[in-house]
Structures are given as structure tokens and as C-alpha cells.
């Protein structure tokens, strides 16, 4: 018996001492030194491990070798650049926004909460070759070759694997939040005149004396889950040539655009796009039944006899509004998201009525040739009214 | 009623009074274990005449027993033992002499005693409403219980279809089913194998003497300490699927000379396991319990127990990540924190029960016993939380090859490159940990980059805290040589709390009380996304949370419940008859204990009111807080039971029985965890069931076939999922299951007579379970009070159409638009094989036992949701449902069928004649078969984002694996 028990104890005593079984058995403790260490920030010479030649390309030579339509870079190209966005306001999404002294670029990691992970003025280094370098309506963006798809109208798509991201975006020394660039009326008609490689687009930037112009706009679809591209003018609803709609907010929520579909600030909006147009949104499909194609039509199934105005309420989804602001002769719009988180704030009641100006700090883009905002921070911040 | 009960007690009086008529014959013998001749203590013996129940006794110590006072007859005597085979014997009694019947040999049942809750690994189902709880088929003393209970439990075999919420599981005569989910409770005393062995169990609709139960089976387990085997015993268990190390020891004195009885159990389970990693137990368990007999009259019994203790959970992929990852058993529950190990989701437990007993015996004639129990402690359920942070989980499925790249156009995911990236890191998983695992390490890095501090992932513990009082009361009396009158009554008061707590800041400095999921609808309105108004009101700001603090949801579930059975049995030389009946009433509700911004109600004074008027708050019909409507339901039953005894060795018996039982508190509330809002439209579950039964049992030889057929109507359900479309979470509740089980049972146990000791042993499930009504679902989104569908009909739930096709194999109209039904296909209840054999041998001889089985298991089905069997979900955007959306939309997926091979040997020594040493070893799935699905659920969401918007798609449904080979070896030894 007690052989048998002797056994048994060094059997247990071998088993319990080798190092895989004893790991399993212990706690993970969650406090001193089992904590994760901190991150690794890359230095340079780091990167070199990663096949960094040592030398930088700029920011605006990156830009310079974009041709025309989505171009993969290649030849071993690294940029480096400073953080300037941040999406913790949410009008920023899924986009990354760097600048050296040459320039700034939209880097489109398709992520969300990039703030957690890249602070304002951290020094961010990417490895171009194997991204694509298109435009959007003219703004430069760096991103992953565009979908393959039928519908697919970008020349460049999200970075959005992670592995892709480890593999390409590098994370260095966190520094203080640079200052943004105060600008001209002619600098901006410089850059506009520059176009794609224009200094100004993606720099974060601080425009002076802008007086505000009394217009926005704005495109909805009625249901958002149909097909809303230009081939499907009947989903589609401009708010645009008739000053602000009485949109005195930099956008619109869900909530807020139901309330203001529902108060019936919209019912002298048009559907249809273009030269296509329907009439007012306070008609129905079945009203346009003639003029819409069948396919689509149909689409609508049971909401034809819906009024268009009730279907935007039944599929309301937040939607972005563009304000235009004026410096000198130059239109400076500011688009503001509707997942922002102060899209239902109101614009200062000084800058609607016409009695003061204000400077404005944020991303500057172009878009169709002209000159467009991006807040960062919240306006009470970012829009200066004196 | 009041001469009902003199009436009443005047019998049990004249029964006091009836004593035994002086005969001078009798029975007696000696119990034996069939190898070894051990004796065994505590076999219960029960005499019969034909169908009535003579007399009833349990062996002493050294297995004798001695029935006195039998008039002339043929008897038969049934011998039932924990850990043996029943065994039956024919006794003749002849010349008032007393028959002495020697040895009475049994056969031990070897491996059946290890199985418990932890046969079964916890499946984590996340929110997604399914719920996984095996049934655990106990009952060595039922040949098909027996052998199905231990070869069918790997793949999750429900005994005829029912769900385990059916099976009542009594412990000391209080049934112990969770009163919030009807779940089984065999969690309480996981690890408490030799304080819980004692057990009686009855199979289907039978009335057993201690409870009236309902349709699928009954086991008492007694848990007193008298009950326990006595003297010192411990034993080393490993196995590979489960933990590494179990080690246990009990202590029990038996009932001593003083009448007193004590009993110790304790249990720890140690480690991980060679096929799922992250899922590890660091659990324990305990058992105090006192026995005292006061006058053999009058015993009073005490328990203390629980088993506290952590358990990492295991979760669910979709097929696609078990393929790319090589690996059916990947589990994306864990990840590496600074190298080790670390499961996000563990299941914490501490949840003692006690109850105290007494016994009232004052005569052959009657019985009677009445329990208090009272269960409480903590359950607690780690899960990642995060707020405007990334979805932490590796197999989201933005992370999969499958959202870059699909072969259909229409699904509009055409990168490739994107892909092909996705898919290296799968299928290279080793290399890339941070992200094929939880990124413990990042979370703390984004956490630790807030300037403010504030957390944006931390580990949250949702808490279910019972506080479970039972009262329950039966008799049993013998009133007169042909009636036997059993009953009782059962009174429950419950209340369970339900909240959530910070576990682990994960680096922050604190999280904060909002709804992060109302904030992007209700950012202008701070007051809507709070998830404690009340603190907000008073502080002006949301509560900044610390580990241990409440948060996000908290309410009390309240169960009250009482019901009165009685039941008569009824003997006619070999005809016996019980007729039963059960009266009942459940009450619940929810009481919400925080207010949430989403859902105010109205304020409760008029301070309160002028407060919120102040704040801007809008009150609410639905309200978060106090106190909802009672939902109230009568309860009854009835059963009867025919009883046929042929010569002794064979008997004829059915059962039927009618329930009316109401609904479960999850079953009815909409979205508790944020309101107090009811379905509408719930009524109780009817519940009809039959079976008719042949058994043999003698000789060595043990036969059970049943046929049953059961229809259960009127079931509801709510399922939770989280829409990333809506950004929230959805509710389905759905109401007006209706379903109905048949099928045979046929379980044997036969000597082969060729090789001595050599047994053939087999069961047979062949069942149909199918849905067969058209249910109605209402889907709500818990941050809008708004119904998004009200009481639709599921017109595919119970059945898809299979259409027609002409010679060129084009569907055919039919005429009014649409297109010619060939046959309807059915669909069937889900999560367990609806036909399960095994056949094995079977070898016993000196205190060898070897065992080896082949079992097959086929048509087991996924479980299915609501959504996708909805017009609206084949109809696609286009509301155009054509046959091949309907079919692909609403078809059940049946898995594969599967052969296992399983292989158990064990041996045991008597040393000096005074202490034992054993082992056994069970092998399971010899074959290493990896392909065995046991369960998953069908994700409730479609993709709608097509190029055509013609049509949705489904989501990957998540599945859960068998375990490829594994073992358990027990190594024991007794004092």
C-alpha cells in the first residue's frame, strides 16, 4: 500500500513540476509586473529592420508620383509625417491624416478609434510600397488597391487588415500637436491652382476671417438601403441653391434629420439628380410611376405609397451637411458628418445672421477644386467667432 | 375540505393501528458485489406481489438484509444499488419457514459514476439567446439510462428530444430547476461526485414517491450524510478535455450507534486540457452534512455545500475559421497577456446551498418528510466590454478572408489582396497570436493612451445572484395493502439579481457609466444615454466606475411559486395504477433597480418630476426602473400510470400525462436587462405526453423498449443578438412553438453466453422531433422603444417548401404567381442526434472490467433563428421571393453523422481485505474523429448590402466540435 502511495506521489510531484502543466494552473494576474509592457514606439533606425533604406520621401514627392487614376507605389518609398487628425469627435472615420513640412496625406486605415492609438502629433512612419495612391474628387489619399467590385467607384479602398496595418504603419515618438498653419485667400487659390499636389490638402490648417456664406449642401436618399448612385435618380434628394433649408446645425443626426423631414423643412425638395427631377418629396413613387425605372420601382415594394418624406422618416439614417463660408472671393465649405458627435450643435447664432467672423481651424481638402473643412475638434474649439 | 381532512386523518390513524399479522416466514440474504463477493451496503430491497409492493429494506453493512413476517407466496424481490445494475429475483415462501437467499449477486456499473456537469465543457453562446444545457441521463438502475447516459453525453444527446429545462433534478425533495431559466442545477455540486452518488430516478412521465415531475424523468438526489459511502475515500483523476487534476476526498461515518451520521466531501479541479486552450478550471468544492435520528422515528439532516471556483469558457466559430485555422477546437475566447495565457470569458462561482431535512417514519405505513433550502452566493460571467474602441473579439467577421473577397458578385466583396492577407494570418495563426487571439497587450496600450484616464476596454462580470428559498413537504402512505397515497406540496420564493460589475480595468483609470449604444443615436440628449439616470441627476455627470462597481443594467427577477401534488397507487394482484395530480400557481416579475435614460418611466413624486422637467427629461410608457406587471400563471397537471407485472421477470407499463406549466421569466420579458416591458400573447405551455414500456429484467439479463409520442405546444422564447447594422442589440421574442416528439427507446443488456462474463450491451434513440406550428416573432432593439416587427408570422419555422421542376429543370409556376410545392421539407428540433445506437461489449471478471462500444449518432440539426424564416428575410429588399431565396433562406442545416469508438478498462485490488485500490481508464472517440459537430446557432443578422438589393444573405452560422481522442483515468482508493 504504501508502495503503491509513494508512487503515486512522485508520479503527481513530476507531473506538477513540468513547466506547461504548471502554467496552466497558475493565475493570470492582472496587476505588477504581468501587465503588458508598454508599447514599442519605432525609432528610425528601427525601421530599418523592416527594410528602411534611411531615406525619407516627402510627402509632397509621393504625392507628385500619382498619375492619374490608383497607382501602386513602389521602389522601397517610406514617407514619415505627424499625426494631425483625430477621430474621438467622430467627424473624422476611418482615416488617418499625417503632414511633414512638404505636405499632408490621407492615409485611409480603415479603422475605427484610431485616437486610442495615435495621438496628435505622434510621429507616424509608412511604408508606401504595395499601397495605392489615388484621389478622391481630387484629394490625394493613400490606401489599399479599390475593390474589384462592379459598383466600386474609388480608386483606392481601406486599409483595413490589421496585418496590413502592422505591416505598413509604424508608430513612433509621441510629440506635442502641431500648430495649424494660418493661411491665406491666395494661398488657398494656390494650392486649389496646384491641385492634386497642392500643398494645403491634408495639412491641418487655420483660415482667418471667413464670413459665412448662407448656404449649404446636402444629399440624402429617401431609403438608404436601395441603390442611390446617379443611375438611380428616384433614391436621391439634393438640398442645395436655396441658402441653408433652415439647417442651422453643422449636421444632422438620425433624430435630428427625422425632426426636420417631419417638421417640413424639406418639402420643397426635389427628387432626382441632375436634369432628372421628379418634384417634391412630398409626393409618392406610385406619383412618379411613369418616369422611374420598373426594376427600381419595384424596388420600393410597398413604401410607393408612401410619400417620400414618409420614407425618409421610416429609414431616416444621419446625414452630413456642407456650410460654405466665404474668404475674399474664395468658397471655403466646411462638410460636417452626421456621426459627429456635434452634428446637432448649432452654428453661433452671430455667424448665421451675418454680424461676425470667425477663423476656422481643420483639415483642408479639395473636393471638385475647391476648398473644404474637416473639423478635428468640436466648433466651440475649432471655429473661432469674434 | 375540512371533512376531506378529518376523513383523512382518521385513516392515517386506523393505519398507526394495523400492524403486521404474526406470519413466521420471510426472506433474507446477503448483497454481493458479482466480482469479488464484496458485500454491498445500502442495496434497497423491494418485495412485490405481482404489482404490489410488500415490503421495502436496505442492507447493513455487510449486505445482509432480512425481511420478516410473509405470509405463503411467490415474491419478487428488486435489488437496487447505487453503481450496480437492478437485479430482480424470484422468492418462494413456502411452510412459514424464512428463505434464505445467500449471496444475491450484482453487477457493478463502472463507468457511470464520473459523469456530472463537467462531462460537459461550457459552451459560451455569447448574447445570442441560444442557450446550451445538456441533459445528464442518470439512473444506473435503467439499462438504457445507464448506457446512454455515459456513451451519448459527448455529443449532447437529449433523451427524447426534450430540453434539459424538463428534466426536474430534486435534491433532498426539492426540486432544484432554476426558477429564472428552468435550467438543470447541476453546476451547485460539480466536484461533489461521493457526497451527490445516492440518487433515485425515474425515466418519462412515471410518478416517483418523492416528487410529481413532469415529462422527461426525475432524479432525487438525496445529498444527506448517511447517504454518503462510508469510511475514508480519494481519488486522482486526469483527463484531457476537461482539467488536468481532480483530486477528491470524503469522509462518512454512516449512521452510527448514536444515531448521529456525518459526512465530508471535498474536491479540487486543477488545470487545462490537451484540446481546447483557455478553457481551464481552478475550481473546488465542499460538503458538510449531519445526520441524527431521534427514536427511529425522527431524523433531521443538515447539508452545507457548494463548489465554488473559475472555469474559462469556450466559443463558437464559424466554419470558415476553423478551416483556415486548421482546428475545429480553435477557441477565440483567449489571448496572450505578456505571454501567458489569459480567457477572456470565465465563469466565477460561489453558490452555497444548505438545506436542513426531516424525516417523520412512524410506521411501515408511512412517511412523510418536509425540506428547507435555501440557495444564494454569486455567479458571476467575464466578458470584454468596450466603448468607441475597436470589437476586440480575432474571429469578428471584419477580420475574415471571407468579408474581402466572395465568389458571388452580388455580395460586392472583391479584393483580393486584402484576402490574401486575411487569410496568411488565419492560416498562419502561430505566427500572428495578437491577431488570431485576444490582444490583451493592445487593450491595455489603447487604455493606457487616455489622457483622461477614462477605460475603453475593460473586463466587465455580468452577475446572476439567486436568492432561492424552497419549502417542500411529502408523505407516503401505505393505507392499506392495495392503496398507496403519495403527495406533497412545494412553496419557492426567488429573486435574482442581475447586473454587471467592472472586473478589471485593464489598465484604465475608470469606465463610465453610458449606454455607449444610445450615444450615437442620442448624442444632443445626455440624459437619454445614461445608464443610471438617477446618479446623473444628482451628480451632473455619468458615474465614473472603479473594479467591483455596478454598472450598465441591474434588476431583480421574481419567482414566486406553490403547488400541491397528490398521487394514488392502486395494486390488483399483478395490475398496479397511479393516478396523479399537481396544482399549481407561478407568479414573476421584474423590478428594476436602476433607471436608465433610455426608458425613465414617470417620476415617482412630484421633486422628482420638477427635477426632470428641469433636465429636459422625457418620461417613458416603458419604464427601466420599479416594478412591472405580474405575469401570473395557474399551473396543473395530471398523470396516469398502468402497471403490468408478467412472472415476475417482465412488465408491461405506460405512462400519460397532460401539463399546463407556465413560461419562463426569460421567456417573457422583452429585453429585461433594460426594461419592463412583456410580450404580449404568452400563455402556457400544454404539454401532452405517453409512452408505453416492456421490461425484462432477471437472470442477468436487462431489456427496457419504450415508444413515446409527445406534443409540447405554446413554448416562447427570446433571443438576443447585437446588429452592427442598427447598432444595437435586437430582441426576438418569439411565441406559439409548438412541437411534438416520438420515437423509440430500446436499451439491453445481455449475457453472451459463449464466453463467460462476456455481455452484449446496446441502446437505440430512434426519434422524430419536428416544429409544427407557424410561430409569430416581435423584434425590438434594446435603445428604442420603437418595434421594429410586431407579431409577424415565421411561416418557414416549421417547414421549407421544396419546389417542383420540370425536365429541364426549371421551377414551375403554379399558377397564382408563384411556383408548384413538390413537398414540404420539416424542420426539426435541434441539438441532439434524433437517431443515437450503441452496441458494446461488455467483460466483468475479477475486478476486471473492459468495456468497448461503437456508437453512432445521426440527424442532429443546428438550432435555428427566427429571422431568416420570415417573409421579410426571403423577400430580400426586393420583397421578391424567389424559390431559390427561400430555399437557401430557410433551409435546416442537418450535421453530418458521426461514429465514435469508445474503450474503458479499469481494475481494483482489495489489499489486507480492508482497503481497495482501483483505477479505471476510459478512451473516448478512439477513432480521433474531428469532425463531429455537437452544436451551434445560426447568427441572427443578414447581409443586406448587395450589389442587386434584390436579395439578403445569411451570416456563417458558429459551430461547436467534439473532441478528437481523449481519455480519463481515475485512480481511487478506499478505507
Keep these: 500500500m504504501k508502495k503503491i502511495l509513494t508512487l503515486l506521489c512522485v508520479a503527481l510531484t513530476a507531473l506538477s513540476s513540468c513547466r506547461s502543466l504548471r502554467e496552466e494552473w497558475e493565475p493570470v494576474f492582472t496587476f505588477g509586473e504581468n501587465l503588458p509592457a508598454a508599447e514599442k514606439l519605432y525609432t528610425e533606425d528601427d525601421l530599418r529592420e523592416f527594410g528602411f533604406g534611411g531615406k525619407f520621401t516627402t510627402i509632397h514627392d509621393l504625392k507628385a508620383m500619382y498619375k492619374g487614376g490608383g497607382i501602386e507605389v513602389g521602389g522601397n518609398v517610406w514617407i514619415r509625417g505627424q499625426v494631425i487628425s483625430s477621430d474621438v469627435t467622430g467627424n473624422i472615420y476611418r482615416e488617418l491624416y499625417i503632414q511633414d513640412e512638404t505636405g499632408g496625406i490621407d492615409v485611409k486605415i480603415g479603422k475605427s478609434s484610431l485616437y486610442s492609438e495615435f495621438s496628435l502629433g505622434q510621429w507616424v512612419y509608412v511604408y508606401c510600397d504595395g499601397l495605392t495612391l489615388g484621389a478622391y474628387n481630387g484629394m490625394p489619399q493613400l490606401g489599399m488597391e479599390a475593390d474589384g467590385t462592379s459598383t466600386n467607384e474609388y480608386e ?83 438640398l442645395s441653391d436655396k441658402g441653408t433649408w433652415g439647417i442651422d446645425t453643422w449636421a444632422m443626426s438620425k433624430n435630428l434629420y427625422m425632426t426636420y423631414v417631419m417638421n417640413g423643412m424639406f418639402d420643397e425638395a426635389e427628387v432626382g439628380s441632375g436634369a432628372t427631377r421628379f418634384g417634391t418629396i412630398t409626393n409618392r413613387p406610385q406619383d412618379f410611376k411613369d418616369k422611374i425605372a420598373a426594376k427600381a420601382y419595384d424596388s420600393f415594394g410597398s413604401d410607393v405609397r408612401l410619400s417620400y418624406k414618409e420614407i425618409m422618416v421610416k429609414y431616416a439614417t444621419a446625414n452630413y451637411v456642407s456650410h460654405y463660408f466665404r474668404i475674399g472671393k474664395t468658397d471655403v465649405q466646411v462638410r460636417t458628418s452626421g456621426y459627429a458627435r456635434f452634428s446637432d450643435t448649432p452654428l453661433d447664432s452671430r455667424l448665421l445672421d451675418g454680424s461676425a467672423k470667425c477663423d476656422i481651424t481643420g483639415i483642408l481638402s479639395i473636393y471638385n477644386g475647391a476648398a473644404q473643412f474637416s473639423l478635428v475638434d468640436e466648433p466651440s474649439v475649432s471655429v473661432k467667432v469674434y | 375540505m375540512k371533512r376531506m381532512l378529518l376523513a383523512a386523518l382518521a385513516a392515517i390513524a386506523l393505519s398507526f393501528s394495523l400492524s403486521a399479522q404474526d406470519y413466521t416466514g420471510g426472506v433474507k440474504g446477503t448483497v454481493v458485489n458479482r466480482n469479488g463477493r464484496q458485500p454491498i451496503e445500502k442495496a434497497r430491497l423491494v418485495l412485490s406481489k405481482g404489482a404490489e409492493q410488500v415490503a421495502e429494506t436496505e442492507t447493513l453493512e455487510d449486505g445482509s438484509f432480512s425481511i420478516p413476517g410473509l405470509p405463503d407466496g411467490m415474491y419478487t424481490l428488486t435489488i437496487v444499488a447505487p453503481d450496480f445494475l437492478d437485479n430482480q429475483v424470484q422468492v418462494t415462501v413456502n411452510d412459514g419457514y424464512v428463505k434464505n437467499m445467500f449471496n444475491l449477486g450484482m453487477t457493478a456499473v463502472n463507468r457511470i459514476t464520473e459523469i456530472d456537469d463537467d462531462s460537459f465543457g461550457a459552451f459560451d453562446m455569447e448574447d445570442s439567446g441560444y442557450n446550451d444545457n445538456p441533459t445528464i441521463l442518470f439512473g444506473s438502475n435503467d439499462v438504457f439510462n445507464n448506457i446512454a447516459g455515459y ?130 478550471y481552478r475550481s473546488f468544492a465542499y460538503y458538510l452534512a449531519a445526520d441524527k435520528v431521534f427514536n427511529n422515528a425522527h431524523k433531521l439532516s443538515f447539508a452545507f455545500f457548494a463548489a465554488p471556483g473559475e472555469r474559462g469558457a469556450q466559443n463558437a466559430s464559424t466554419q470558415e475559421v476553423y478551416d483556415l485555422v486548421g482546428d475545429n477546437m480553435y477557441n477565440s475566447n483567449w489571448g496572450y497577456q505578456n505571454g501567458r495565457v489569459r480567457n477572456a470569458r470565465v465563469r466565477k462561482t460561489h ?54 473577397k466572395d465568389d458571388n458578385p452580388d455580395m460586392n466583396r472583391m479584393n483580393r489582396i486584402k484576402a490574401g492577407w486575411a487569410r496568411e494570418v488565419w492560416t498562419h495563426a502561430a505566427q500572428y497570436p495578437s491577431l488570431t487571439h485576444v490582444d490583451w497587450d493592445r487593450l491595455y496600450n489603447v487604455n493606457r493612451n487616455q489622457a483622461d484616464g477614462r477605460a475603453k476596454y475593460i473586463q466587465e462580470e455580468r452577475h446572476v445572484d439567486q436568492h432561492d428559498f424552497n419549502l417542500a413537504a411529502s408523505f407516503k402512505w401505505r393505507a392499506a395493502d392495495f392503496v398507496t397515497v403519495t403527495g406533497g406540496v412545494n412553496g419557492r420564493i426567488n429573486s435574482t439579481e442581475n447586473y454587471k460589475l467592472v472586473a478589471d480595468l485593464l489598465g484604465g483609470e475608470y469606465f463610465l457609466d453610458v449606454d455607449n449604444f444610445a450615444e450615437r443615436d442620442f448624442a444632443s440628449q445626455p440624459w437619454k444615454v445614461q445608464n443610471d439616470l438617477n446618479y446623473y441627476l444628482a451628480h451632473g455627470e455619468a458615474r465614473k466606475l472603479h473594479v467591483g462597481d455596478k454598472y450598465g443594467y441591474d434588476y431583480l427577477a421574481q419567482v414566486r411559486s406553490l403547488g400541491f401534488w397528490v398521487n394514488g397507487k392502486f395494486v390488483l394482484g399483478n395490475l398496479s395504477a397511479s393516478l396523479g395530480a399537481r396544482l399549481g400557481n407561478e407568479t414573476f416579475w421584474r423590478h428594476g433597480l436602476m433607471r436608465k435614460g433610455l426608458f425613465p418611466g414617470y417620476p415617482s413624486n412630484a421633486e422628482m418630476a420638477r427635477q426632470w422637467e428641469q433636465a429636459g427629461i422625457v418620461p417613458s410608457d416603458e419604464s427601466s426602473s420599479w416594478v412591472s406587471k405580474k405575469a401570473n400563471f395557474p399551473t396543473y397537471a395530471v398523470k396516469l400510470n398502468l402497471n403490468y407485472v408478467i412472472g415476475g421477470s417482465q412488465r408491461v407499463y405506460a405512462n400519460v400525462g397532460y401539463f399546463n406549466d407556465a413560461p419562463k421569466f426569460n421567456q417573457v420579458f422583452l429585453s429585461p436587462r433594460t426594461r419592463n416591458t412583456m410580450m404580449q400573447g404568452v400563455k402556457p405551455v400544454k404539454t401532452f405526453s405517453s409512452d408505453v414500456n416492456w421490461q425484462y429484467s432477471g437472470g442477468g439479463i436487462n431489456v427496457r423498449a419504450t415508444a413515446f409520442y409527445t406534443t409540447i405546444r405554446n413554448q416562447s422564447k427570446v433571443m438576443s443578438a447585437y446588429d452592427d447594422l442598427q447598432n444595437a442589440f435586437s430582441n426576438f421574442a418569439i411565441t406559439g412553438i409548438d412541437q411534438r416528439n416520438m420515437g423509440i427507446e430500446l436499451g439491453f443488456k445481455v449475457p453472451t453466453y ?31 422603444a420603437e418595434i421594429v416587427s410586431e407579431n409577424v408570422l415565421v411561416p418557414y419555422w416549421k417547414h421549407t417548401p421544396v419546389f417542383a421542376k420540370d425536365a429541364s429543370g426549371n421551377y414551375i409556376p403554379d399558377g397564382e404567381g408563384f411556383y408548384q410545392v413538390e413537398r414540404w421539407q420539416k424542420h426539426y428540433v435541434p441539438s441532439t442526434p434524433q437517431i443515437a445506437a450503441s452496441l458494446g461489449l461488455s467483460y466483468n471478471y475479477n475486478y476486471w472490467f473492459i468495456d468497448a462500444d461503437v456508437e453512432y449518432f445521426g440527424r442532429s440539426f443546428l438550432d435555428m433563428n427566427p429571422l431568416y424564416r ?15 431565396e427561400v430555399l437557401y433562406m430557410t433551409s435546416q442545416e442537418m450535421f453530418d453523422p458521426a461514429w465514435l469508438v469508445n474503450f474503458s478498462v479499469g481494475k481494483s485490488w482489495y489489499i489486507k481485505r480492508k482497503y481497495q485500490l482501483g483505477f479505471s481508464l476510459n478512451a473516448k472517440n478512439v477513432l480521433n474523429n474531428k469532425n463531429i459537430k455537437t452544436g451551434g446557432y445560426e447568427q441572427t443578422r443578414l447581409v443586406d448590402n448587395t ?23 481515475n485512480i481511487y482508493f478506499r478505507f
Design chain 1, 156 to 238: 483606392t479602398s481601406y486599409i483595413d487588415v490589421q496585418a496590413i496595418i502592422d505591416q505598413h504603419v509604424y508608430r513612433g515618438a509621441k510629440a506635442e500637436a502641431l500648430k495649424p498653419l494660418v493661411v491665406s485667400e491666395n494661398d488657398i487659390k494656390a494650392a486649389i491652382s496646384a491641385g492634386y499636389t497642392g500643398e494645403l490638402w491634408g495639412k491641418l490648417v487655420t483660415v482667418p476671417g471667413l464670413q459665412y456664406g448662407n448656404e449649404i449642401f446636402a444629399l440624402v436618399y429617401p431609403n438608404p438601403n436601395l441603390p442611390h448612385k446617379s443611375t438611380n435618380p428616384e433614391n436621391r434628394v439634393f
Design chain 2, 151 to 280: 456513451n451519448f453525453s459527448a455529443v449532447r444527446f437529449r433523451a427524447r428530444g426534450y430540453a434539459s429545462e424538463s428534466q426536474d433534478v430534486y435534491l433532498a425533495g426539492v426540486r432544484l430547476n432554476d426558477a429564472v431559466t428552468g435550467y438543470s442545477p447541476f453546476s451547485l455540486w460539480s466536484g461533489l461526485n461521493e457526497a451527490m452518488r445516492s440518487k433515485e430516478t425515474v425515466s418519462g412521465a412515471e410518478v416517483s414517491d418523492f416528487g410529481f415531475g413532469g415529462y422527461n424523468g426525475l432524479t432525487n438526489i438525496f445529498g444527506n450524510a448517511a447517504s454518503v459511502r462510508k469510511g475514508l475515500r480519494g481519488s486522482v483523476l486526469t483527463n484531457s478535455t476537461l482539467y488536468r487534476l481532480r483530486l477528491m476526498g470524503s469522509y462518512a461515518t454512516g449512521l452510527m450507534d448514536n444515531g448521529w451520521a456525518f459526512a465530508v466531501n471535498v474536491s479540487a479541479r486543477l488545470g487545462g486540457n490537451d484540446w481546447i486552450d483557455g478553457v481551464y
Design chain 2, 351 to 404: 453558490e452555497p446551498v444548505t438545506f436542513l431535512k426531516y424525516d417523520y417514519t412512524p410506521s411501515d405505513k408511512f412517511e412523510a418528510s418536509a425540506t428547507l433550502l435555501y440557495r444564494f452566493g454569486k455567479n458571476g460571467y467575464t466578458a470584454l466590454d468596450w466603448y468607441d474602441a475597436q470589437d476586440p473579439r480575432p474571429d469578428y467577421y471584419r477580420n475574415l478572408p471571407s468579408y474581402f
Design chain 2, 754 to 784: 459463449i464466453v463467460e462474463n462476456l455481455s452484449v450491451q446496446g441502446v437505440l434513440s430512434l426519434g422524430e422531433y419536428v416544429y409544427t406550428s407557424t410561430p409569430r416573432m416581435t423584434q425590438t432593439v434594446d435603445n428604442s
Design chain 2, 870 to 884: 420570415t417573409d421579410y428575410a426571403v423577400g430580400g429588399p426586393d420583397y421578391v421571393d424567389a424559390p431559390d
Design chain 2, 947 to 969: 450589389v442587386s438589393r434584390e436579395r439578403f444573405y445569411r451570416f456563417d452560422p458558429k459551430y461547436f466540435y467534439n473532441a478528437g481522442f481523449n481519455y480519463m483515468l
